[in-house]
């Protein structure tokens, strides 16, 4: 849950993230939902599903679903190369915390970053959708991109599964 | 208090509850059954039970309640009341009261009082008129002969015959003398087994209440007469107690036996150790396919030794979890009896196949459905006795639950004698829910199945009993959700028949893999009925016919290469799976068949719920993940396109 807590409201001045590269972006991912990295592993497509989640993958064990960021952010959709990896994080879904994967073209390292020198997101000029962006920064003279994957997933789960679970736990 | 205080009482609370249910089921036995003396024994043991360790966990509220109710059950045990139906209604509500009194000792102090004095009135009122106090077994001045032999394993189970005849000195004088007929040549003798039995003269006033008390924990298993001293032992009157012989040679079942050898284990524990079981299982299966592999024959022997263990403890782990329908059977009697009185109605419970076993968690999730469903055969099916003598029936009406196993599935079936369902009326009623349209020709059973449709139950057409704002179609969600099947059969005039069809257990089940464009998937075996040829007239994706001609019988067919879009190109030669849910079939057609295997089910994440054609995942040997299909919605879907091909005749 602490997890949960620090994405919400980033009061601290630093955080800890992790960088990567996706579609040409550089992007940083608070490093406490974060769960490990893996190299590539074999994902078994799911039929009738969502290109954003179109995968499941096996983490120790688990089935954890395979998204794709890029769907989000409207980026075009690459092969994998040598330098993809996996991400599996923990997220704040619907009161519940999931654990899924996320693609990245390259990840880069682990560093402090400083929140104070983020930018509100510019209102004209994104080539995002604004509501998918917690903040802009800079790093070493490189744009840094600061997802709301909380808001992300949100849009990309499926309708009324939270009012039917409710449902079902009466 | 401290913790380990609350453990103890916690401890109490379930057993205590546990039985109170077995006291619960006793009341009843003895109300269709007065006479059985066994009976009531037992329920005056487990009353006792309850008092002694209630009072030791610190329940005195409890303890003083239950003490009294036990002594107004004495007068029954010694035969001086008459069971009557007040008297089980009475004693019922005092079993409710007991659970009360396990949730917060210090409520309903008032209704204890109540409960007790209306039943001391009950019973005073049916007392036989015999004298209260003592009924001497012979002349009390002349004393009694007491003739005992305890079972065999009365040693082993620490029963002690000194102990026994040092109780009987205290009642009075006595004269104890062995008899030693039945202990044979020495070379013959096993040491451990009670083979002589005593014959005891008491002199004075004693009861044989008295006599009985002493031996009221092992009355069961062992053969007891007393007789009063001036009779000769020849003559000495049989125990009241019929069938004794037999009951002495052999132990009552469930008594001592079942008891002997149980512990109480937290459930999480065992949910932990089934988690566990589930990854070794995958964790077997991938050294399997990694011993397959290198073909190093020592591998390959480790690799079938684990798997052969591997399964071992999965079936154990298994059946440890395994609970009879039994354990929420005694609630069901318990309903049946309220509704019979609050309805108005006669009507008899009966139950087959109480040893049944089903999963821990099946069987709870499984509880509220199954008595939504007998309220239901209760208040809606059974009718008043009345209109069953207008209609030639017996006055009672009759509900039954069985249960029994079906290959990996147990079939729970609850059938009533009632009016059966009213088709006409579901019909008017679906169509004012806007399920179907004015004019929609539904067959029979279509009809009846929308009473599964949410919305087709409202208030107005459920009394205040069946309607806790649950309908059928919560009941049809749930054992969904349990991956069991629900199917309906009504005649009319003649009953109502539900079925529900439930596997096993809910972890791991046993899987059919099937590939469909190079990609695998697992169906659920037990819905498999066949697996057959794709006939050649059939391999076209653009073959207008819909359906294939299953020995006679016309099955709509799903091509899974359609409904996962796949583009490979399909294998020459494509076979169909033909799976059937509630009596529906349809038949899925796959690239090829691989063969069975053990499938953990693995839940879907949220991101996934949405999908329909799915109900899990499943990791394989080699790591991958495999989809499992939902076969209720498949064959969902293979009837829509049974619908529209009969409506597409129909135009």
């Given at each position: 849950m602490n997890a949960v807590h620090q994405i919400d409201v980033i009061t601290d001045q630093h955080i800890d993230v992790v960088t990567l590269r996706l579609g040409g972006e550089w992007m940083a991912l608070p490093a406490d939902c974060l769960r490990e990295i893996l190299e590539p592993v074999a994902v078994t497509r799911v039929p009738q599903s969502t290109p954003f989640s179109s995968g499941l993958i096996n983490v120790r064990g688990v089935v954890v679903p395979l998204t794709d960021l890029k769907v989000a952010f409207g980026m075009p959709r690459t092969d994998p190369d040598a330098d993809t990896r996996m991400l599996v994080l923990d997220l704040p879904l619907n009161g519940e915390t999931v654990t899924v994967a996320i693609t990245a073209d390259k990840v880069h390292e682990v560093t402090v970053l400083d929140v104070s020198t983020l930018d509100d997101v510019p209102s004209v000029g994104l080539r995002w959708p604004p509501e998918f962006v917690r903040g802009i920064g800079k790093q070493e003279d490189e744009f840094l991109l600061l997802p709301n994957l909380e808001a992300i997933f949100q849009q990309f789960c499926p309708k009324g599964i939270a009012a039917k679970q409710i449902e079902e736990g009466n | 208090m401290s913790d380990q205080e609350d453990l103890g009482a916690d401890v109490y609370r379930q057993e205590a509850s546990e039985l109170v249910q077995s006291i619960e089921a006793g009341l009843m036995a003895l109300e269709t059954d007065p006479d059985d003396r066994d009976r009531i024994n037992a329920v005056f043991r487990d009353l006792h039970t309850v008092k002694g360790s209630g009072a030791m966990f610190g329940f005195h509220e409890l303890a003083m309640f239950v003490h009294e109710f036990e002594t107004a059950f004495d007068r029954l045990r010694q035969g001086k009341v008459a069971i009557t139906t007040a008297l089980i209604e009475l004693s019922l509500q005092a079993c409710d009261q007991i659970l009360c009194l396990l949730d917060d000792p210090k409520a309903g102090a008032a209704a204890s009082v109540d409960i007790l004095h209306r039943l001391q009135r009950c019973l005073d009122g049916s007392d036989?008129?015999?004298?209260?106090e003592h009924t001497p077994a012979g002349n009390a001045a002349e004393g009694c002969r007491v003739t005992f032999r305890l079972s065999e394993d009365a040693l082993m189970r620490g029963h002690d015959p000194e102990g026994f005849l040092d109780e009987l000195r205290e009642l009075g004088p006595t004269k104890v003398r062995a008899l030693v007929d039945r202990i044979p040549p020495i070379d013959q003798l096993d040491p451990t087994a009670c083979l002589i039995g005593w014959d005891v003269e008491i002199e004075g006033a004693v009861t044989s209440s008295d006599i009985e008390a002493v031996f009221l924990f092992t009355r069961d298993d062992m053969t007891l007469e007393i007789a009063p001293l001036s009779d000769t032992p020849s003559a000495a009157k049989a125990d009241d107690n019929q069938g004794l012989d037999a009951v002495a040679t052999s132990p009552a079942p469930g008594v001592g036996k079942a008891t002997g050898n149980t512990m109480r284990v937290a459930t999480d524990r065992l949910d932990d150790m089934m988690d566990r079981v589930g990854e070794l299982v995958i964790a077997e299966a991938r050294l399997q396919a990694l011993a397959q592999c290198s073909g190093d024959a020592t591998l390959m022997a480790v690799a079938e030794d684990i798997q052969r263990l591997a399964a071992g403890l999965r079936d154990s782990t298994m059946s440890i979890r395994m609970v009879p329908m039994s354990s929420i059977l005694g609630r069901f009697q318990r309903l049946i009896r309220d509704l019979s009185a609050t309805l108005g109605k006669q009507m008899r419970f009966r139950t087959r196949g109480e040893d049944t076993e089903l999963d821990k968690t099946v069987i709870e999730l499984l509880a509220d459905p199954l008595v939504h469903i007998l309220r239901n055969c209760a208040d809606h099916g059974l009718e008043t006795s009345e209109a069953r003598l207008a209609a030639g029936k017996p006055t009672v009406g009759t509900i039954e639950l069985s249960a029994e196993y079906a290959g990996a599935e147990v079939v729970i079936t609850i059938r009533d004698d009632g009016r059966g369902l009213d088709a006409g009326k579901i019909r008017a009623r679906a169509i004012e829910a806007g399920l179907?349209?004015?004019?929609a020709d539904l067959s029979e059973s279509d009809l009846y199945r929308m009473i599964f449709e949410p919305g087709f139950s409202t208030m107005s057409t459920v009394t205040e009993l069946s309607g806790?704002?649950?309908?059928m179609d919560v009941v049809k969600r749930t054992i969904a959700s349990l991956r069991g099947q629900i199917d309906l059969e009504s005649e009319p005039g003649h009953g109502t028949t539900v079925r529900l069809r439930l596997p096993l257990t809910l972890a791991i089940i046993d899987g059919l893999l099937i590939e469909v464009g190079g990609e695998l998937y697992t169906i659920p075996l037990a819905a498999v009925e066949e697996c057959v040829e794709l006939p050649e007239s059939h391999v076209s994706e653009h073959s207008n016919s819909s359906f294939l001609n299953i020995r006679g019988g016309l099955v709509p067919f799903l091509r899974l290469r359609a409904l996962f879009d796949v583009t490979v190109q399909p294998t020459e030669y494509q076979k169909v799976v033909i799976i059937s849910s509630t009596g529906a079939r349809v038949g899925l057609v796959v690239d090829n068949i691989i063969g069975n295997n053990q499938t953990v089910i693995k839940q879907l994440s949220p991101l996934h719920a949405g999908l329909k054609s799915f109900s899990g995942a499943t990791i394989l040997g080699d790591g991958t993940v495999a989809l499992i299909l939902d076969v209720a919605q498949l064959v969902a879907t293979g009837r829509m396109i049974e619908d529209r091909a009969r409506r597409e005749n129909a135009a």
């Open positions: - | 036989k008129g015999e004298d209260g179907m349209a004015q004019d806790r704002g649950v309908g």
